[in-house]
């Protein structure tokens, strides 16, 4: 076996102090191991040096507080503290009482009418107190140049002078100014007398309740109940007699003769059909008078709306064609649902013609809304006849407009009625005939302008 090398072997490398340092750690900078020399380092300790922190602070020696200093510096602190807590509340109160005070006099010359009031906005109808004249244009004849009121203003009347004096009459005016001055004259009126003041009634009216069908029987319900109780209440106290019992078929026996044998059933069966026809004829009479009286209430409230209406409103309009039936019918229903009067004429079956209406404001603006907003002029519509039928009429290009409005103080129409003329001479005599001719001349201009528009 040959021996072992051991002259050649190279050193191993493992851990420990047998590791080599890396060429990255190695520096060839000589001022790092001095300023490690002089102890620059940062995480060395300085407690050597003279000019370090703690050097210094500890050069002189230690000091320590005496006893009760921290406290009389803390109780000086919190005395300067209270003095100046107490100087701000001073200071405060100062204020908000000069704030009151300011308050109460701005509010006693708002009272006194020396300046504007802000909280109502008084001060945007403020003007420049220089523009402000000393007193009025209509007091200037009752005032002297200095502004002081006339003596004769303030002078007593003597006890001789008659009650009836006024020096506003011409003829006592001018015996006034002959006989005395002006300024020392007698005051112009007499007396001065103030209007009563009417007093408003404190009786404040309910607002109507608008109520649904529902409750409209609901409510009838009730107040027949209440009635029905308050007539039985007076029958059982004796106020009133009592009520006749309604003797039917069904309780006849019960009624009429409980404990007897009734002979002739028929003659009492006839006896009560005879009141069974007597009561139901009675009560269709009875509801035929209401019925009555309903109608006659509705017509004089009707009558007395139109008469007691003092200014009559008219609207005239001019319409190109009246050939779609549904548009008749929308004008004749309306006119008299809205008891207007007036007519509505036209030249030939599709010529134009006009419309006139009279009557109140509310219902006028209800018609023309109609006219001229609700109807389709324009609308083309199937009519059957026996010359045609199912034809389609074209109706583009028609229309209606509002050619007038005012008021009227008197008119012989009573009614409102709608008719074909087959002339325009026609048109003319029923319009003079009414007194409504001003209306032809309307009718002739808009017609005018219709054709001038259409040929061009």
Same mark, same amino acid.
């Given at each position: 076996?040959?021996?072992? +090398?051991?002259?050649?072997?190279?050193?191993?490398?493992?851990?420990?102090?047998?590791?080599?340092?890396?060429?990255?750690?190695?520096?060839?900078?000589?001022? &790092?191991?001095?300023?490690?020399?002089?102890?620059? +380092?940062?995480?060395?300790?300085?407690?050597?040096?003279?000019?370090?922190?703690?050097?210094?602070?500890?050069?002189?020696?230690? @000091?320590?507080?005496?006893?009760?200093?921290?406290?009389?510096?803390?109780?000086?602190?919190?005395?300067?503290?209270?003095?100046?807590?107490?100087?701000?509340?001073?200071?405060?109160?100062?204020?908000?009482?000069? @704030?009151?005070?300011?308050?109460?006099?701005?509010?006693?010359?708002?009272?006194?009418?020396?300046?504007?009031?802000?909280? &109502?906005?008084?001060?945007?109808?403020?003007?420049?107190?220089?523009?402000?004249?000393?007193?009025?244009?209509?007091?200037?004849?009752?005032?002297?140049?200095?502004?002081?009121?006339?003596?004769?203003?303030?002078?007593?009347?003597?006890?001789?002078?008659?009650?009836?004096?006024? !020096?506003?009459?011409?003829?006592?005016?001018?015996?006034?100014?002959? !006989?005395?001055?002006?300024?020392?004259?007698?005051?112009?009126?007499?007396?001065?007398?103030?209007?009563?003041?009417?007093?408003?009634?404190?009786?404040?009216?309910?607002?109507?309740?608008?109520?649904?069908?529902?409750?409209?029987?609901?409510?009838?319900?009730?107040?027949?109940?209440? *009635?029905?109780?308050?007539?039985?209440?007076?029958?059982?106290?004796?106020?009133?007699?009592?009520?006749?019992?309604?003797?039917?078929? !069904?309780?006849?026996?019960?009624?009429?003769?409980?404990?007897? =044998?009734?002979?002739?059933?028929?003659?009492?069966?006839?006896?009560?059909?005879?009141?069974?026809?007597?009561?139901?004829?009675?009560?269709?009479?009875?509801?035929?008078?209401?019925?009555?009286?309903?109608?006659?209430?509705?017509?004089?409230?009707?009558?007395?709306?139109?008469?007691?209406?003092?200014?009559?409103?008219?609207?005239?309009?001019?319409?190109?064609?009246?050939?779609?039936?549904?548009? @008749?019918?929308?004008?004749?229903?309306?006119?008299?649902?809205?008891?207007?009067?007036?007519?509505?004429?036209?030249?030939?079956?599709?010529?134009?013609?006009?419309?006139?209406?009279?009557?109140?404001?509310?219902?006028?603006?209800?018609?023309?809304?109609?006219?001229?907003? @609700?109807?389709?002029?324009?609308? +083309?519509?199937?009519?059957?006849?026996?010359?045609?039928?199912?034809?389609?009429?074209?109706?583009?290009?028609?229309?209606?407009?509002? &050619?007038?409005?005012?008021?009227?103080?008197?008119?012989?129409?009573?009614?409102?009625?709608?008719? &074909?003329?087959?002339?325009?001479?026609?048109?003319?005599?029923?319009?003079?005939?009414?007194?409504?001719?001003?209306?032809?001349?309307?009718?002739?201009? =808009?017609?005018?302008?219709?054709?001038?528009?259409? *040929?061009?």
């Amino acid at each position: 076996m040959p021996p072992k +090398n051991t002259t050649s072997r190279k050193p191993r490398s493992g851990r420990g102090l047998d590791v080599e340092l890396h060429p990255a750690l190695a520096s060839s900078n000589a001022n &790092i191991i001095k300023a490690q020399q002089k102890q620059v +380092n940062p995480y060395l300790s300085d407690i050597g040096q003279q000019n370090g922190k703690v050097f210094k602070k500890y050069k002189d020696g230690l @000091r320590f507080y005496k006893k009760g200093e921290i406290s009389a510096q803390l109780h000086k602190e919190r005395e300067e503290l209270a003095r100046r807590l107490k100087e701000e509340e001073l200071r405060a109160a100062a204020e908000k009482a000069h @704030r009151v005070s300011l308050a109460e006099q701005k509010r006693e010359r708002i009272a006194n009418a020396e300046i504007p009031d802000d909280s &109502i906005g008084e001060e945007l109808y403020m003007q420049r107190f220089k523009d402000i004249p000393n007193y009025e244009w209509w007091d200037e004849s009752y005032l002297d140049k200095s502004g002081n009121i006339l003596p004769k203003y303030t002078t007593e009347y003597p006890e001789d002078m008659d009650s009836d004096y006024d !020096s506003d009459d011409m003829n006592s005016g001018v015996e006034c100014m002959k !006989s005395q001055t002006e300024e020392t004259g007698p005051p112009s009126i007499r007396y001065v007398q103030h209007p009563v003041p009417i007093k408003i009634p404190e009786e404040i009216t309910a607002p109507k309740m608008y109520l649904t069908k529902l409750e409209h029987k609901k409510a009838r319900r009730r107040n027949r109940k209440l *009635q029905r109780e308050e007539k039985m209440a007076k029958v059982q106290l004796g106020l009133e007699p009592k009520p006749e019992t309604k003797v039917k078929l !069904s309780n006849m026996m019960n009624v009429l003769d409980n404990n007897k =044998n009734i002979s002739d059933p028929t003659a009492w069966e006839n006896m009560v059909k005879d009141q069974i026809e007597e009561r139901r004829q009675r009560h269709i009479q009875e509801n035929e008078k209401r019925h009555e009286e309903a109608v006659l209430r509705k017509k004089s409230k009707v009558s007395d709306q139109i008469e007691g209406s003092e200014d009559l409103f008219c609207k005239a309009f001019y319409f190109q064609s009246l050939q779609n039936p549904k548009i @008749r019918y929308k004008l004749k229903m309306n006119s008299q649902q809205l008891n207007l009067k007036g007519f509505c004429l036209r030249v030939g079956e599709g010529g134009p013609g006009i419309i006139v209406v009279i009557g109140k404001e509310k219902s006028c603006n209800f018609y023309k809304k109609l006219v001229c907003t @609700r109807i389709k002029w324009n609308e +083309n519509f199937k009519i059957k006849d026996a010359t045609n039928n199912g034809e389609l009429i074209d109706m583009t290009g028609n229309y209606a407009v509002e &050619i007038w409005d005012g008021l009227l103080k008197e008119t012989k129409l009573r009614n409102w009625f709608m008719k &074909i003329c087959q002339t325009e001479d026609e048109m003319k005599n029923i319009l003079q005939q009414n007194d409504a001719l001003s209306f032809f001349n309307l009718f002739i201009e =808009n017609k005018a302008e219709n054709t001038n528009l259409s *040929q061009q």
